[in-house]
Protein backbone atom coordinates (compact mmCIF):
# COMPACT_ATOMS: atom_id res chain seq x y z
CA UNK A 1 0.00 0.00 0.00
CA UNK A 2 1.58 3.24 -1.11
CA UNK A 3 1.58 5.90 1.70
CA UNK A 4 2.64 9.65 1.45
CA UNK A 5 4.19 11.79 3.98
CA UNK A 6 3.99 15.52 3.61
CA UNK A 7 6.24 18.16 5.70
CA UNK A 8 7.16 21.57 5.07
CA UNK A 9 3.89 23.84 5.46
CA UNK A 10 3.82 26.98 7.50
CA UNK A 11 3.17 30.11 7.97
CA UNK A 12 5.32 32.63 5.46
CA UNK A 13 5.17 36.70 4.52
CA UNK A 14 4.24 37.57 1.00
CA UNK A 15 7.37 37.13 -1.37
CA UNK A 16 9.24 35.01 0.80
CA UNK A 17 9.70 30.99 0.15
CA UNK A 18 8.98 27.05 1.22
CA UNK A 19 9.81 23.94 -0.09
CA UNK A 20 7.45 21.26 0.52
CA UNK A 21 8.47 17.60 0.71
CA UNK A 22 6.78 14.26 0.19
CA UNK A 23 8.10 11.26 0.76
CA UNK A 24 6.74 7.79 -0.78
CA UNK A 25 6.95 4.24 0.45
CA UNK A 26 5.22 0.89 -0.15
CA UNK A 27 5.93 0.80 -4.00
CA UNK A 28 8.38 1.65 -6.56
CA UNK A 29 8.43 5.09 -6.54
CA UNK A 30 10.61 5.25 -10.31
CA UNK A 31 6.84 3.94 -11.63
CA UNK A 32 4.64 6.72 -10.27
CA UNK A 33 3.95 10.39 -11.61
CA UNK A 34 4.52 12.49 -8.66
CA UNK A 35 2.46 15.51 -8.59
CA UNK A 36 1.52 18.52 -5.73
CA UNK A 37 -2.29 19.76 -5.73
CA UNK A 38 -3.97 22.42 -3.34
CA UNK A 39 -7.03 23.58 -2.01
CA UNK A 40 -8.07 26.77 -0.88
CA UNK A 41 -10.93 27.13 1.73
CA UNK A 42 -14.21 26.71 -0.48
CA UNK A 43 -12.77 26.24 -4.06
CA UNK A 44 -12.05 22.55 -5.64
CA UNK A 45 -8.64 21.11 -5.38
CA UNK A 46 -6.40 21.76 -8.53
CA UNK A 47 -3.25 20.53 -10.14
CA UNK A 48 0.19 22.73 -9.16
CA UNK A 49 2.59 20.88 -10.57
CA UNK A 50 3.27 17.11 -12.12
CA UNK A 51 6.68 15.12 -12.78
CA UNK A 52 6.77 11.77 -14.39
CA UNK A 53 9.95 9.69 -13.87
CA UNK A 54 11.29 11.13 -17.11
CA UNK A 55 11.08 14.33 -15.51
CA UNK A 56 8.92 16.45 -18.31
CA UNK A 57 7.30 18.73 -15.81
CA UNK A 58 4.47 20.33 -15.77
CA UNK A 59 2.90 23.33 -13.47
CA UNK A 60 -0.61 25.55 -13.62
CA UNK A 61 -0.26 28.61 -15.39
CA UNK A 62 -0.93 30.69 -12.15
CA UNK A 63 2.78 28.97 -10.38
CA UNK A 64 4.98 29.19 -13.73
CA UNK A 65 8.33 30.88 -12.92
CA UNK A 66 7.36 30.64 -9.18
CA UNK A 67 7.82 27.22 -8.20
CA UNK A 68 9.90 24.20 -9.26
CA UNK A 69 8.74 20.40 -8.43
CA UNK A 70 11.50 17.70 -8.48
CA UNK A 71 12.24 14.56 -7.45
CA UNK A 72 15.01 12.14 -5.68
CA UNK A 73 14.24 8.82 -7.18
CA UNK A 74 16.85 7.70 -4.40
CA UNK A 75 15.60 9.27 -1.53
CA UNK A 76 12.07 8.19 -2.48
CA UNK A 77 11.26 12.16 -2.36
CA UNK A 78 9.30 14.13 -4.43
CA UNK A 79 9.88 18.44 -3.53
CA UNK A 80 7.72 21.52 -4.48
CA UNK A 81 9.97 24.46 -4.23
CA UNK A 82 7.88 27.62 -3.58
CA UNK A 83 9.64 30.49 -4.51
CA UNK A 84 7.61 34.39 -4.22
CA UNK A 85 4.52 33.00 -2.92
CA UNK A 86 1.34 35.37 -2.97
CA UNK A 87 -1.53 35.47 -0.55
CA UNK A 88 -3.52 33.51 -3.49
CA UNK A 89 -1.51 30.69 -3.08
CA UNK A 90 -2.21 29.81 0.75
CA UNK A 91 -4.28 26.65 0.43
CA UNK A 92 -3.81 22.95 1.89
CA UNK A 93 -1.49 21.21 -0.56
CA UNK A 94 -1.43 17.77 -1.21
CA UNK A 95 0.92 15.13 -2.61
CA UNK A 96 -0.55 12.90 -5.51
CA UNK A 97 1.28 9.57 -7.03
CA UNK A 98 -0.49 8.25 -10.07
CA UNK A 99 0.42 4.38 -11.12
CA UNK A 100 -2.11 1.96 -11.32
CA UNK A 101 -4.04 3.63 -8.72
CA UNK A 102 -3.70 6.81 -7.62
CA UNK A 103 -2.65 7.91 -4.22
CA UNK A 104 -2.83 11.00 -1.93
CA UNK A 105 -1.20 12.10 1.26
CA UNK A 106 -3.11 13.92 4.05
CA UNK A 107 -1.73 17.45 3.00
CA UNK A 108 0.13 20.42 4.96
CA UNK A 109 -1.15 23.86 5.14
CA UNK A 110 0.54 26.41 3.39
CA UNK A 111 -0.44 30.05 4.48
CA UNK A 112 1.14 32.94 3.00
CA UNK A 113 0.21 36.36 5.13
CA UNK A 114 1.92 39.36 6.34
Known amino acids: QVQLVESGGGLVQPGGSLRLSCTFSGSIFSLYTMGWHRQAPGKQREMVATIPNDADTNYANSVKGRFTISRDNAKNTVYLQMNSLKPEDTAVYYC????????WGQGTQVTVSS
Open 96 to 103: NAVGHQSY
